[in-house]
């Protein structure tokens, strides 16, 4: 099986273009000014996500595997973060690196079991592990259950910087997140990331020059996993909670939707991607139910008439990869 | 049918920490913040029917007449603590709401008591249920009304075993909810001389529990205890009617029923089953009256004790603004808790200083179909608690307020 | 007498709860086998369309007085029409695509499904009464066993085997299959291979609805109750193999047994027993333990 993936569109891994020199920095000079005008913890709630749907969009644009189970590792970091900045009392900086390495720690024992499996049978593996992740974390005592890991303290930044206050949390996250976009820009346009992309073209022929094929699948899962683990681990310092609805199923679908509607295989689409399902879930979570009926519709047309997503069309008409 | 509300504007604001405290009405303006479920298992319990009965509260205070501006905003916390969290903080923030009030489930309602803490604003639960509101996670800003767990299962636990229901089986929702019901059960039950044949313990939101009936009926125990809540409780009571489990003899005893909950099974298989409620439309003629009003806007569907703590909690909060003419939430709570509450619905009542509040409470039999003759007329009152023993002990309850 | 310190009446009493569970894994992994393994379509939607045949019959009930036997027959017709309409004007133009956008399509429906009926009925969910004729039940000397269960049990088995036995050694149930081997070549046989397709989907679908009927008035009508068995019932198909029908109906009734097994001996892994089963089998036999690779 070649595990060709028609349809899904396969990004160009070539230098950065203008068109994607600009685009970085509207978006880096968007999130640097807006907490003047917007909510700024709204617009963390924002950045966390956006790294969360790059690091998945990581797997399925560039490697062509459809995890539907990374909630996994954005919760499982999430947990791990609140846990040891609350009861080991970790400054913020080793707590979201502990998070990041726990859910890099899953990640690497999820792609032993999954990465052999292509396609479909990938996609239900990992969302089975993803549903026992779920049922432990429902379980497990320092998990809180329920009620989840409440009251996190932020702490101070290399025991230094008090985080409490949104006006220094901000910087925090920003940092993380644009250095986390530049750490998958860079992955991608890397000799790692061409090797990545003849497996996704043409597997038997990528084997045959001599390529492990499945060691570099298994190291861009991990990678992919551990970067939605440092998402996770820093927004549950954002919101200084923890809790069952960011290992549950329907996180993994959200992220899913977001990389969709961004545009898959894109660089830039998780982010806009990310901004419009949380506006969207903001503005409508007054309705309640509405949310997931609009969210469904979303999927629905963006799979039938959208599938290039808002950068995707974008980058199409401009003819240049975004 | 549930009405949808109107909520909060989600403005674009400068997110600028409060100001201090001042002693006056902070922009002027009242705000209460009602969070509920409004759309899932919680929302007939507490829900649109929540909002409702605050703004009754505010029409029955008369705050027009006497000049203070009172409004109204409601959202939905979907059982998430971090979307309740999330909806309060940008309340507290950017939207200037001054207290927020009902909160059914205990995650949610744990994380507000913390946020509602850090910002110096009000807090009065009248839906969870966790005893750690004014235990060990208690605090100055926050009131908890209606019931808590320990109430639940003192209430229920000693007055069951008093009857003769000594042998007990416990079905727990595995969750912390659960979990401490069960524990605060097991000790009423065996400090009164009880025994407790066994346990099992099932996920939250089980559509099945025959395998778990099962293993209860074989324990021969006198009673079942469902330690669990909403869905789940509806579930296990339908199947055991289908199991025959009270025709063969054992009987069930809800740790946590709702008069929706009742009317969602339907007499005849809710008939028999024991509970504690601190309210019901019934009790006398000021409850009778209330709850008519109440069902009239509320589609014919009574109210529920977390409705009824709901409006209670407002006036008595609306009143101790107008006493200390500041809506500071802090100071607003300690002079809830200075001054005695009286309501048509609870009576006279006061708050501890762990931010209990003190009333009586009823246990209560399902009536069977036959007994019951008008709409909602589904208790019969077996006891009354009195006010002072049905709630923990203030010294047990490990609140560091409390010297 | 006691087998591993459970006495063996507690067991038997069990192991009968885990097989009539089993029924509504084997009939629900039945319609998902069918649709996968004759259409290659991930059908996400099942859950939806489970809780579809439920609130049919419960509206069918209160909104029209027809009872639940009529609903038995009619509430799986209306959503498989349903489920028609779904394939005709969503499903068909990604035949060509990658299989992965089947699937973000139908997770895509059983979202609006789903959250309309929350909006309309709330998450509490609507009694539905049980039929007169099967209420009641008797005592089997270990059990106490409710004569709907039994039913379940017996219409279950009876669906499952039927269907199989279409597909497998029915002439129709041949060029179905031949149709998803070689559909151009069926085609050029003079069948209509689109319509077959079609009434596939529907028919599958209609399996879902079927259970919701059956499931309805014992678990209580409400908009979740597909949302997380969807999942359960993916691992039983995996395990069984995506493409075997055979596979998915043993599968069905074997894993409510040792799920019900370990209800008894280890409550807590009860809802884990059936992944760890699944990561275990396609560890060791990838296609599934009855299925092919394709």
């Known amino acids: 099986m070649t595990g060709n993936a028609p349809g899904i569109p396969i990004a160009r891994a070539t230098g950065a273009t203008r068109h994607q020199q600009i685009a970085f920095l509207v978006m880096a000079g968007f999130f640097i000014l807006a907490p003047v005008v917007i909510y700024p913890v709204f617009l963390m709630k924002l950045m966390c996500f956006a790294l969360f749907a790059c690091a998945f969009n990581l797997l399925i644009g560039y490697v062509g595997l459809l995890s539907f189970g990374h909630a996994m590792f954005f919760g499982i970091a999430g947990y791990a973060t609140a846990h040891s900045a609350k009861v080991w009392g970790f400054t913020p900086e080793l707590a979201i690196l502990f998070g990041t390495a726990s859910a890099g720690v899953l990640g690497l024992l999820v792609g032993l079991l999954a990465i052999r499996r292509l396609g479909i049978y990938f996609a239900m593996i990992t969302l089975a592990l993803a549903q026992m992740v779920f049922f432990f974390c429902l379980q497990a005592p320092f998990t809180g259950g329920e009620d989840g890991i409440q009251a996190v303290p932020r702490g101070r930044l290399f025991g230094v910087f008090d985080l409490s206050e949104a006006k220094a949390m901000y910087p925090f996250v920003l940092a993380i997140f644009l250095g986390g976009f530049l750490l998958i820009y860079r992955i991608v346009h890397s000799p790692f990331g061409q090797v990545l992309k003849a497996i996704r073209e043409n597997e038997s022929r990528a084997v045959s020059l001599g390529y492990d094929v499945d060691r570099y699948k298994l190291l861009a899962f991990v990678l992919s996993a551990t970067l939605a683990g440092l998402a996770g681990g820093t927004k549950s310092l954002v919101f200084q909670l923890a809790s069952l609805t960011d290992v549950h199923w329907t996180m993994s679908g959200e992220v899913v939707l977001m990389s969709l509607v961004g545009g898959l295989g894109t660089i830039f689409g998780p982010v806009v991607g990310a901004a419009v399902i949380i506006t969207m879930q903001n503005y409508l979570a007054q309705l309640g139910a509405w949310v997931t009926v609009v969210q469904g519709i979303v999927f629905v047309v963006c799979v039938l008439a959208f599938r290039r997503g808002i950068i995707g069309e974008i980058g199409h008409a401009l003819k240049k990869p975004l | ?403 | 007498m006691e087998i591993f310190g459970i006495p063996t009446q507690a067991l038997f009493g069990q192991l009968l709860i885990g097989l009539i569970n089993g029924s509504f894994y084997a009939l629900l992994s039945l319609g998902l086998a069918v649709i996968f393994g004759l259409l290659n379509i991930i059908n996400f939607t099942h859950g939806a369309q489970y809780m579809l045949g439920a609130f049919v019959a419960y509206l069918l009930l209160n909104k029209l007085g027809i009872g639940y036997w009529w609903s038995l027959l009619l509430a799986p017709i209306i959503v498989g029409a349903t489920g028609v309409v779904i394939e005709r004007l969503m499903l068909s133009k990604l035949y060509k695509l990658d299989h992965l956008y089947g699937l973000l399509l139908t997770f895509g429906l059983a979202l609006i499904i789903q959250g309309v009926f929350r909006n309309e009925y709330g998450s509490a969910g609507q009694p539905y009464a049980m039929p007169e004729q099967l209420s009641g039940g008797r005592n089997l000397g270990f059990m106490f066993l409710p004569n709907y269960r039994a039913w379940v049990i017996v219409a279950s088995l009876v669906v499952c085997l039927s269907t199989w036995y279409v597909i497998e050694k029915t002439k129709l149930g041949s060029y179905l299959r031949a149709a998803t081997e070689n559909p151009q070549l069926v085609q050029a046989f003079g069948i209509n291979v689109p319509r077959m397709i079609t009434l596939t989907y529907g028919f599958g679908v209609g399996l879902a609805g079927l259970a919701g009927v059956m499931a309805a008035p014992i678990y209580q009508v409400s908009p979740q109750m597909g949302a997380d068995l969807i999942i359960v019932v993916f691992a039983v198909v995996v395990i069984g193999g995506m493409g075997s029908i055979m596979g998915a109906i043993i599968t069905g009734f074997g894993l409510g047994i040792i799920e019900g097994l370990t209800k008894v001996f280890y409550p807590e892994a009860s809802n884990t027993v059936i992944f760890i089963i699944m990561a275990i089998v396609l560890l060791i036999r990838p296609a599934g333990l009855f299925g092919t690779q394709k």
């Open chain 2, 1 to 403: 049918m549930k009405r949808k509300l109107i909520s909060t504007l989600v403005g674009a604001a400068l997110a600028v920490g409060a100001g201090a405290a001042s002693a006056q009405i902070s922009d002027g303006m009242i705000k209460i913040g009602v969070m509920s479920d409004m759309s899932s298992l919680y929302a007939d319990i507490g829900g649109p029917g929540s909002t409702l009965a605050a703004k009754m509260a505010v029409e029955d205070f008369g705050a027009a007449k006497k000049g203070m501006k009172v409004e109204v905003v409601s959202a939905d916390h979907q059982n998430k603590a971090d979307v309740g969290s999330s909806v309060a903080r940008q309340w507290y923030d950017v939207d200037k709401v001054d207290a927020i009030f009902d909160v059914p489930n205990s995650a949610v309602a744990l994380a507000i008591n913390q946020l509602t803490r850090e910002k110096g604003k009000a807090f009065i639960d009248s839906g969870a249920a966790s005893s750690d509101l004014t235990g060990k996670a208690c605090s100055p800003n926050t009131v908890h009304w209606t019931y808590d767990t320990w109430m639940l299962a003192n209430g229920t636990g000693t007055a069951i075993v008093k009857t003769g229901g000594d042998s007990w089986f416990f079905l727990t929702s595995d969750y912390a909810f659960g979990h401490a019901l069960e524990r605060d059960t097991e000790a009423a039950v065996l400090k009164n001389g009880g025994k407790v044949l066994g346990k099992v313990r099932h996920p939250l939101n089980t559509q099945d529990f025959s395998s778990f009936l099962l293993q209860a009926q074989s324990s021969k125990a006198k009673v079942i205890g469902l330690a669990n809540a909403g869905g789940d409780t509806i579930n296990s009571v339908k199947q055991a009617a289908e199991f025959g489990i009270v025709k063969g003899g054992q009987s069930l005893a809800g740790m946590l029923v709702f008069l929706s909950d009742v009317h969602g099974l339907g007499l005849d298989k809710a008939q028999g089953l024991v509970f504690t409620e601190t309210f019901y439309w019934d009790l006398n003629d000021q409850t009778r009256a209330w709850a008519k009003r109440f069902a009239a806007a509320n589609n014919g569907k009574y109210p529920t004790m977390v409705h009824a703590g709901v409006y209670a909690g407002v006036l008595h909060y609306l009143k101790a603004i107008e006493a200390i003419k500041t809506d500071d939430g802090t100071k607003v709570i300690e002079q809830m808790k200075k001054t005695p509450t009286d309501d048509p619905l609870f009576g006279k009542g006061t708050i501890r200083a762990d931010g209990r509040k003190i009333h009586p409470a009823y246990l209560v039999e399902v009536k069977k179909p036959s007994e019951s003759k008008g709409p909602y007329d589904y208790y019969k009152i077996r006891a009354t608690i009195p006010a002072e023993q049905a709630f923990r002990p203030l010294a047990e309850g490990g609140c560091p307020l409390v010297k």
